[in-house]
Antibody
Framework: EVQLVQSGAEMKKPGESLKISCQGS????????IGWVRQMPGKGLQWMGI????????KYSPSFQGQVTISVDKSISTAYLQWSSLKAADTAMYYC??????????????WGQGTLVTVSS | SYEVTQPPSLSVSPGQTASITCSGY??????ACWYQQKPGQSPVLVIF???KRPSGIPERFSGSNSGNTATLTISGTQVMDEADYYC?????????FGGGTKLTVL
């Protein structure tokens, strides 16, 4: 069974750094892109970016380029999303999701349970 | 950048057909997929490659995509189908989500 397990909820102050994780299991982790999706409170889904664990090829949405960093440690089948300086506007639920194809096409067929990030002074 | 647009809300009675649209420039030339998200849960894929259902998704869910519009159709809508629905496509190596449609079944 394909599973993506995300790290737990975080409560941070503005200006702090943060790295959240997404560990895949039940499939060959290096063969599938892992994407990150933001959902702000009461709002819709926003695609942030995606990484291919096999070679760490990474694409970012223009809206998130320079704001976050996506990385991977394939030795432990884990993808990461990190911020160097959080803002209150980063408060949201963050999901990782597996892309079904090797090309940047098609659906995200498996999703993590989400990591709630709250940024408040 | 590419955008796809959905109506914010739709209301149907149980047993009726719900049709949720997703509009974007020449969307019919791309593959569209649809996700269902219930409160407090992660999104679930219900339609991919315009018309295909993943294993475990009921037959009452179907999809189409032509011209500038993709449509998710739920036939014989049930109360359990009440949820937010999002369309998604790819454009120039970027995933694009619609703003979501809140389906109310009452």
């Amino acid at each position: 069974e394909v599973q993506l397990v995300q790290s737990g909820a975080e409560m941070k102050k503005p200006g702090e750094s943060l790295k959240i994780s997404c560990q895949g299991s039940g499939y060959t982790f290096t063969n599938y892109w892992i994407g990150w999706v933001r959902q702000m409170p009461g709002k819709g889904l926003q695609w942030m970016g995606i990484i291919y664990p096999g070679d760490s090829d990474t694409k970012y949405s223009p809206s998130f380029q320079g704001q976050v960093t996506i990385s991977v440690d394939k030795s432990i089948s884990t993808a990461y999303l990190q911020w160097s300086s959080l803002k209150a506007a980063d408060t949201a639920m963050y999901y990782c999701a597996r892309l079904v194809s090797k090309a940047l096409a098609g659906p995200f067929d498996s999703w993590g349970q989400g990591t709630l990030v709250t940024v408040s002074s | 950048s590419y955008e796809v647009t959905q109506p914010p809300s739709l209301s149907v009675s149980p047993g009726q057909t719900a049709s949720i649209t997703c509009s974007g420039y020449k969307l019919g030339e791309k593959f569209a997929c649809w996700y269902q998200q219930k409160p407090g849960q992660s999104p679930v894929l219900v339609i991919f490659q315009d018309t295909k259902r993943p294993s475990g998704i009921p037959e009452r869910f179907s999809g189409s995509n032509s011209g500038n519009t993709a449509t998710l159709t739920i036939s014989g809508t049930q109360v359990m189908d009440e949820a937010d629905y999002y369309c998604q496509a790819w454009d120039s190596s970027a995933a694009v989500f619609g703003g979501g449609t809140k389906l109310t079944v009452l």
